[in-house]
């Protein structure tokens, strides 16, 4: 589809007057966002440390278990071999996602003009969890970020449409397959079903273009796959164990509790913190279906109806087949929600009569977008706070186990292992739960060899294999280390 002529210059002047880069504005505001709000001082979270441990050459690598993909390590790594420096890679992947921000939403901007794709990269941008994601070295924004590009891409794959569009198609599936499998072959599925049920897109070049991307962005996956655990068969059965057991069962309750913190809700016990702030949640399908009928009924709905089945495809997994929820897995699904909902608002101003009703209309739409950020820094601020405390509780567990005498080369075992290990500059090693990797008699028998903590909450006591260790309690840390 090529782009919408220019308008022709008013009477009197002698050229079309320049449109304002508001899509440009809000990826700089995304920016600042994250580097005013999220960055500073955020220490590094347990998945973070796995990712980076992949490919930092100062510590070494962490269990990486079978649901995981390899993307958010290989974007790091030019990063992380120049620094280790927390604060370091915070601000370079907080202006990497500003621009990835930029870049993904203007793929739509020869479909809903320049003002809706501003409003709906400010819709998604402004989310609590987005600006908190973005400076971390974590796959979900990236995979986001990706399925509205491919979305965008894909209805631009029109007759005609140039090689730079069905290139940039698979490279976008291919993305998000690379960040995220599973994400990718959900992804993949409705773009696939469109070019098999629409008469429009029933054609090979977008489904080469759809099925070349999934195939390239799970290569290493597969490969993985094989070499690790004998086969694709073989990993979705650790990956499935590793998740609880997928299976159907309904973790939308899961979700919706979670929504305002913790980051990771599992077991998802907890009741739900402040109902009040949760409004917004449950009004986005509605929303979003809202503006499927409208469309449909103006005979314009492949804009709006396509990114909407995407969203509900990537949502199925964290809603009906785990029985645990985190906020950052429904990311895709706001990034690409934003889109209709934005499309919806700005055809409800555009369809008031007369102008000072219309005015009254998007004032009443401001103001509910302005409470709408309102709500999403109050929780941006609590949840950003939780993080910092969990980091910092990591990093003095390990500045006790420095204390104690644990050097690199060392091995830490037990309770959070991994985010502890990565600071103390030690390996993990875990005999149980999801990042078994280990049998008691392989640790015992590095454990003679090798400094080592077997770590436990206070309360808990000492691991099994760790009874005649001595103990040390770390005060202020709520654990113990127990060295042989």
Known sequence: MTPRAAEPPREGRGRPRARFPWL?????????AQLALAAPHLGLGWDETVYLSQVDPRNPAAYFSAPRSRGISFLVAPIIAVTGSTATIRIVLALLSAAALYATYHVWRPLLGPGRTALAALLFAGLWVTVLYGPQAMPNLWVALSAVAA????????????????????????????????????????LLAACAMVPAWRRPAPALAVAGGLA??????????????GGVGARLHASSA???GMGLRWAGGDAWRSLNGPLLCRPCTLPLTHPALTLWWLALPVLALTACAVALRTGRPAETVLPVACAAALSVPYLVLIDYSAPRFFLPVYALLALPVA?????????????PARAAVAGVLAVL????????YEVLQETAAGARATADRYRAVADALRGLGLRP?????GSHSQPIGYYAGCASADVSGNNHNTTEAALLRRAATEPTAALA??????????????AHRLRGTGYTAYLP
Request: positive net charge; hydrophobic residues 55%.
């Open 343 to 355: 499309t919806l608002a700005a055809g409800m101003v555009r369809a008031v009569r007369p102008v």
């Open 369 to 376: 977008l302005v409470a709408h950020l309102t709500v999403q």
């Open 457 to 470: 909450k206070t309360r808990s006591g000492p691991p099994d294999y760790a009874h005649a260790w001595r």
């Open 409 to 413: 080369p060392c091995l830490v075992t």
């Open 216 to 229: 390239a962005g799970s290569a290493q996956w597969i490969a993985e796959a094989y070499m690790r655990w």
């Open 151 to 190: 979305t965008g891409w894909f209805l631009r794959a029109r007759p005609g449409a140039s090689w730079a569009v069905l290139v940039g198609l698979g490279a976008t599936v291919a993305a998000a397959t690379f960040f995220r499998f599973s994400d990718g072959a959900w992804l993949a599925a409705p």
């Open 24 to 32: 440009a504005l809000v990826a700089a505001g995304f920016a600042v």
């Open 242 to 244: 590793t998740e609880g």
